[in-house]
């Protein structure tokens, strides 16, 4: 008996603008559709979320591919993750600067390579290796961007630890799926954090941090200021109280609370299990998501407090 397919994907957490709302929802409105139309013709959720993620990479809206924050150099700097629940298999990049969609080379390492993390030239040479085109860092860069960081550069002495405060963009992207076979995958991708020493990896590329999946347990995604979430192997957290059995929409809460009060962190999660059972949380201001089931389709900019 197949499954019924769940796809939920995420564009961010943090204080979303009411200018930027509408945006957001077209993003991840999107990033659900392209997932879902591998779902609904019986594809995998491997598949599924990469489709969805590299909507998400190409939408200038979000900090993930072309139009992500930009390092302290002034360059696009891109980590992303992609796991499959059925397999335990995974592939990653960090620190990537000519790729256009990183989740692409991060499926290729997946499919193709003993290995799980290819990082900055290196993950570039295994991806052109593996007929994937490079584009140049430029190609990524907007003018949006570069004003963004001239002007946190131009304050740099007022600023203390506000660059990780709820109120500054946590664009991340992510999607989680289930598909007929009843299988799950998760996929999480990044620009990182406006003005990043270069070279810096935060949790979005890390296994267990801002991305996990295993049919036994759940397929997670994160978003938020990386530093905590990774400290806390978050996503990896969220799965094994699936797993222990609870509910994924319970774990998801749990999560925000444990990232807050552990660590005052903020971001957000979105989390799916074998049975499509899911949950969407954060405990930043906003958040960005989409989910498509059988029954129905949705899209919110979600509110707290
Ligand atoms: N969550 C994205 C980052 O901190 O890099």
Redesign the pocket.
Known sequence: MPTNPVLVVHGGAWAIPDDMVEAHLNGVRNAAAAGWRVLERGGSALDAVEEAVVVLEDDETFDAGRGSFLNRDGKVQL?AFIMDGSTLRGGGVGCVERLRHPVRAARKILSDSPHVYFVAEGAERFAAEHGIALCRNEDLVIPREVERLREYQAQASNHGNDLFAPTIS?D?VGAVALDRDGNIAASTS?G??LNKAPGRL???SLIGC?CYADNLSAAAS?????EP?MKLVLAKWAADRVESGSLPEWVAKEAMNYLKQRLNGH?GIILLDAQGRFGIAHNTPRMAWALQTVQKQEAGITRNG
């Open positions: 980590d946590h991340t990044t990182g954090t935060g949790d979005s801002g994160t978003t938020g200021w990386g979430i971001g």
